[in-house]
Nanobody, 126 residues
């Protein structure tokens, strides 16, 4: 079954770090654009970092630039979001996504058609 499976969320103190994992099944992640998004209750899903299949450098939204890093591991068919210096405002449900490049718009808007992870709760305590 084609799917993305997330893991690695949890509770962390301000200033701490977490790594989210997103493993792809039944398709090759290397061939697709990927991204990480997050969502809080009542708000729209927001792009944090996106990387087209043909790019070597990812885009990051300003609020996470310098603190978060998107990593794609072809050997494990897995992408990661490494998060450092976490803040209470980073508390959200985090989603990974993968899709063909043509389905992505702008720098990092949620793609129209994509495979999505199931979501991982990240809670940062003050």
């Amino acid at each position: 079954q084609v799917q993305l499976v997330e893991s690695g969320g949890g509770l962390v103190q301000t200033g701490g770090l977490l790594r989210l994992s997103c493993e792809a099944f039944e398709f090759t992640l290397e061939d697709y654009a990927i991204g990480w998004f997050r969502q809080t209750p009542g708000e729209e899903r927001v792009g944090l970092s996106c990387l087209r299949s043909y790019e070597s450098r990812a885009w990051y939204t300003d609020s996470v630039k310098g603190r978060f890093t998107i990593v794609k591991d072809a050997a494990k068919n897995t992408m990661y979001l490494e998060m450092n210096n976490l803040k209470p405002d980073d508390t959200a449900v985090y989603y990974c996504a993968a899709s063909e490049d043509r389905h992505w718009e702008g720098k990092c808007l949620p793609p129209r058609i994509a495979w999505w992870g199931q979501g991982a709760q990240v809670t940062v305590s003050s």
